[in-house]
T-cell receptor, first 114, second 117 residues
Framework: ETGVTQSPTHLIKTRGQQVTLRCSSQ?????VSWYQQALGQGPQFIFQ???????GRGNFPPRFSGLQFPNYSSELNVNALELDDSALYLC?????????????FGPGTRLLVL | DQQVKQNSPSLSVQEGRISILNCDYT??????FLWYKKYPAEGPTFLIS?????DKNEDGRFTVFLNKSAKHLSLHIVPSQPGDSAVYFC????????????????FGKGTKLSVKP
């Protein structure tokens, strides 16, 4: 059974550019959540996708957008990158809209915006 | 304003002794609390959880205590082992095991535990 994978592992972009991060959910999982973890902070909820629909959103501007595909993999898109977008981006999948022992996190994508 | 607070950025403990990690919260709507462990270059891993209807949950060496009146929870690790060295995050949900109304978790900033041999 393959766990949650994310690509790329690291990424460097310049201010104003756009970035797409990818997440492959664990087999059988139909829910994907995205989190941003800035240095020295805990993960902060961006949004959740459930069966290809956005199911909830945290306090992030519209330039943060996402997609979930029929195979339940997901993308996080960030437009007009700002320096403060530099962070570790984590995705987590679960078999339904659950947290805790049913939810698995990927290793994250570390984004650096210069 | 932080809804989940872990006021100790770091904790150092001798192998075999007890580790106590603390977490405070402000939102009385939280009804499900979780602890995650995170090693460098890995995603957080679920450790243990507790529902607000309980005051204690135990799983092997790990016990979580919840004091709702004080809005405080703690994670006890007994005995501590060097492999327990990691960053521990406390998280809370206002929607039970399904996550908040938006499916989200609110995380603290984490406590870095170092267990020395």
């Amino acid at each position: 059974e393959t766990g949650v994978t994310q690509s790329p592992t690291h990424l460097i972009k310049t201010r104003g550019q756009q970035v797409t991060l990818r997440c492959s959910s664990q087999s059988g999982h139909n829910t994907v959540s995205w989190y941003q973890q800035a240095l020295g902070q805990g993960p902060q909820f961006i949004f959740q996708y459930y069966r290809e629909e956005e199911n909830g959103r945290g306090n992030f501007p519209p330039r943060f957008s996402g997609l979930q595909f029929p195979n339940y993999s997901s993308e996080l898109n960030v437009n007009a990158l700002e320096l403060d977008d530099s962070a570790l981006y984590l995705c987590a999948s679960s078999p339904r809209q659950g947290v805790g022992e049913t939810q698995y996190f990927g290793p994250g994508t570390r984004l650096l915006v210069l | 304003d932080q809804q989940v607070k872990q006021n100790s950025p770091s904790l150092s403990v001798q192998e075999g002794r007890i580790s106590i990690l603390n977490c405070d919260y402000t939102n009385s709507m939280f009804d499900y609390f979780l602890w995650y462990k995170k090693y460098p270059a890995e995603g957080p891993t679920f450790l243990i959880s507790i529902s607000s209807i309980k005051d204690k949950n135990e799983d092997g060496r790990f016990t979580v205590f919840l004091n709702k009146s004080a809005k405080h929870l703690s994670l006890h690790i007994v005995p501590s082992q060097p492999g327990d060295s990691a960053v521990y995050f406390c998280a809370a949900s206002a929607g039970g095991i399904r996550g908040g109304s938006q499916g989200n978790l609110i995380f603290g900033k984490g406590t870095k535990l170092s267990v020395k041999p």
